[in-house]
């Protein structure tokens, strides 16, 4: 009888010890998901500050020069739409078929001019 309750109280010990433990990682996994989606997001709000600054900077520029009528992409400013829209469809889910109008508007947005190069939409949406 006493070997049964001593079973039973290492039983109890390395269950508590199990559910302390699991608890323990699973709370280090949500704390660093949580702090990764931090990241993620601070990340986006710095590449829309700078989007919007390069907008604003673009749009001031067209005003003072009224002779010109498109607005350049650089090929940095290329690539950050890329890896924006990949990580948008990424998120989204969004279907292949749609990815056009997605990398256009997109370019759209950064650009703010109604049309876009088709071979910069097509280098965004290329795999």
């Not at 907008?55 to 350049?72: C, L, Q």
């Not at 890896?83 to 078929?97: D, M």
Request: a neutral charge; aromatic letters at 8%; one cysteine or more.
């Amino acid at each position: 009888m006493v070997r049964t309750h001593l079973e039973v109280a290492q039983a109890v010990i390395a269950t508590g010890y199990l559910v302390r433990h699991n608890s323990m990682i699973g709370t280090a996994k949500f704390r660093h998901d949580v702090d990764r989606s931090r990241r993620a997001i601070e990340t986006s709000r710095e590449l829309l500050k700078r989007l919007r600054q390069r907008h604003h900077d673009d749009m001031a520029r067209g005003w003072e020069d009224p002779g010109v009528a498109s607005v350049a992409v650089s090929a940095f400013d290329a690539d950050i739409l890329r890896s924006a829209f990949r990580e948008l469809v990424r998120q989204t889910g969004v279907p292949e078929y749609q990815w056009r109008d997605l990398a256009t508007s997109l370019a759209h947005e950064f650009a703010g001019c109604e049309r876009m190069e088709t071979g910069l939409v097509d280098w965004i949406t290329s795999k």
